[in-house]
């Protein structure tokens, strides 16, 4: 089995940053992508960032040129980098992975991303 620990998430003023990590433990060989999810009050899960095991990304429109994600695979960690912050970027954040051999994402625990006006 493999768990995932979120930390970084906070307050933050809007042109501000933050950077969350996930940190993936247990059987992470078999873990492919890894990536970000975020859900705000009132809306559906989206998609922010993903990253391959081999490195390729991909983003959401909206944060394009503002979040950097990326991944080690010696620390079985992925990151996202979060810079010049909007208060429509306030939502709670979730770190997932993707499984080599089988379907179905496995979900951190989410941490909070505020950010004022």
């Known amino acids: 089995q493999v768990q995932l620990v979120e930390s970084g998430g906070g307050l933050v003023q809007a042109g501000g940053s933050l950077r969350l990590t996930c940190a993936a433990s247990?059987?992470?060989?078999?873990?492919?992508?890894m990536g970000w999810y975020r859900q705000a009050p009132g809306k559906q899960r989206e998609l922010v960032a993903t990253?391959?095991?081999?490195?390729?990304?991909n983003y959401a429109d909206s944060v394009k040129d503002r979040f950097t994600i990326s991944r080690d695979n010696g620390k079985n960690t992925v990151y996202l980098q979060m810079n010049s912050l909007k208060p429509e970027d306030t939502a709670v954040y979730y770190c997932?992975?993707?499984?080599?051999?089988?379907?179905?994402?496995?979900w951190g625990q989410g941490t909070q991303v505020t950010v004022s006006s």
């Open positions: 247990g059987s992470t060989f078999m873990i492919n992508a």
């Open positions: 997932y992975v993707t499984f080599y051999g089988r379907s179905g994402n496995l």
């Open positions: 990253v391959s095991r081999g490195g390729s990304t």
